[in-house]
Nanobody
Framework: VQLQASGGGLVQAGGSLTLSCVDS??????IGWFRQAPGKEREFVAA????????YYSDYAKSRSTISRDPAKNTAFLQMNSLKPEDTALYFC??????????????????WGQGTQLTVSS
């Protein structure tokens, strides 16, 4: 498995959670997190440039989330705070070899992990 996402679970509204993504494959330019709720399209959450750590967030995530990386461990993290029931979704990590300049479509990313489920209870 090239990308392994973990850290999902059941959290109460208002709580926090950190997702992790380990890459064991080829070199890439950036790691991104997307999410997909039942019946909805996959949407961008956050991304980080691997070389310089530049970060990009969706409008709904930027005040409640922090994306970070540990290059020595080939691992990216997505910390989410003040979770809401509408954050319930399957969260995917993904990588791209293309340079990114901001929030991007999932089409820009070429390698995907299996996803980790986050459920936020009210």
């Amino acid at each position: 498995v090239q990308l392994q996402a973990s850290g999902g679970g059941l959290v109460q509204a208002g709580g926090s959670l950190t997702l992790s993504c380990v890459d064991s494959g080829r070199a890439f330019y950036a790691i991104g997190w997307f999410r997909q709720a039942p019946g909805k399209e996959r949407e961008f959450v956050a991304a980080i440039s691997w070389r310089d750590g530049k970060r990009y967030y969706s409008d709904y995530a930027k005040s409640r989330s922090t994306i970070s990386r540990d290059p020595a461990k080939n691992t990216a993290f997505l910390q989410m705070n003040s979770l809401k029931p509408e954050d319930t979704a399957l969260y995917f990590c993904t990588t791209t070899i293309q340079q990114i300049f901001g929030p991007s479509s999932s089409n820009l990313y070429d390698t995907w992990g299996q996803g980790t489920q986050l459920t936020v209870s009210s």
